[in-house]
């Protein structure tokens, strides 16, 4: 089986995942994700994955590899500048690791990016000559893909959508900047929101309250759901943050005019009106001549894989 064999390989921070696919096929011939515990390390990693791929290969050396990596890598090189979550990360030459593994091709991107190139090869970017693709989460990423190639930039650092600044007196991100789209729009920031305001609107009625007053634990999407029930003080939260994001895309859009932009990640479920405000937010900070085709993701959790089966089927033709 191994020369017509892909693996992809996704380090998500808090699980690991690994799938085997035949070249050319779009359904997983195989597919192993395991939850990392609470406290780990890259050797704990490292370790893990090797284990996922062994059991899915047995002795057989797939054809290429292709890698997507939670956090900075320096995609010439093959290596991770480092983890923000992760310990023992720090410049790791990760695809010189695999190669030496399995001699086969290997290429390596981060997350974002790796998940954008899934996107744009079998997903919602599909047939279009570029892409943007944002994640909305813990944090705002995005990756650029432009005629089939992921864009990295100078310093490896292309497609922070979530670091523009849309605000520039707005609240301090954690980059050391004020009104950053991520400060503004992922889910922290829609939680940090929500509270901000039940503080300073003691006699509102919404139903955040409970949830954010005697349980103590509001998630965003409780701030979404409340949204979509018709809570005001919710939707407004829910507003702003969309409008943030939007305004941030608006941005992307007027310098680099892609074909499309695909939204994903948790907050990106958070309902029509969310959707609606986005784009009209979007539409409003770019020029008219502009397209503005913005789309919920296609691929889900497994973004980051399908880019990886793309990375690995580039290396081949490399
Ligand atoms: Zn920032």
Redesign the pocket.
């Known amino acids: 089986m191994a020369p017509d064999v892909l693996l992809a390989l996704d380090y998500g921070g808090t699980k690991l995942s690994a799938a085997i696919v035949e070249r050319g096929a779009h359904e997983w011939r195989a597919l192993e994700r395991v939850a990392s515990p609470p406290q780990h390390d890259a050797r704990y990693e490292q370790t893990t994955m090797c284990a996922l791929a062994r059991k899915l290969l047995g002795d057989a050396t797939p054809a290429a590899m292709g890698i997507s990596f939670g956090g900075p890598v320096d995609a010439a090189r093959g290596r991770v500048i480092l983890s923000h979550h992760i310990p023992g990360w720090e410049d790791t030459p990760l695809r010189d690791q695999w190669h030496a593994a399995f001699g086969a091709p290997v290429s390596v991107d981060n997350d974002a990016n790796v998940a954008a190139l899934g996107e744009y090869t079998f997903g919602a970017g599909h047939g279009g000559a570029s892409l943007l693709y944002v994640t909305v989460s813990t944090g705002v990423g995005g990756g650029f893909v432009i005629g089939g190639k992921i864009y990295n930039g100078a310093d490896a650092m292309a497609g922070e959508i979530?670091?523009t600044?849309c605000d520039p007196r707005g609240p301090v991100?954690?980059?050391?900047?004020r009104g950053?789209?991520?400060?503004m729009a992922c889910g922290p920031a829609i939680v940090r929101d929500a509270g901000e305001r039940l503080a300073t609107n003691a006699n509102a009625v919404t139903q955040l309250r409970e949830l954010g007053g005697t349980r103590g634990n509001l998630t965003a999407a409780d701030v979404a759901r409340a949204a979509n029930d018709g809570d005001e003080l919710a939707r407004a939260v829910m507003e702003d943050a969309a409008r943030a994001l939007g305004f941030g895309i608006g941005t992307a859009i007027t310098l680099m005019n892609p074909v499309r932009v695909v939204i994903g990640g948790g907050v990106s479920k958070s309902g029509e009106r969310w959707w609606r405000v986005v784009r009209a937010s979007a539409c409003s900070n770019t020029l008219p001549q502009m397209r503005v085709e913005i789309v919920p993701a296609a691929l889900g959790d497994d973004a980051p894989l399908w880019g990886a089966v793309a990375l690995a089927e580039g290396s081949i033709r490399e």
């Open positions: 979530g670091h600044i991100c954690i980059c050391g900047r950053c789209v991520e400060a």
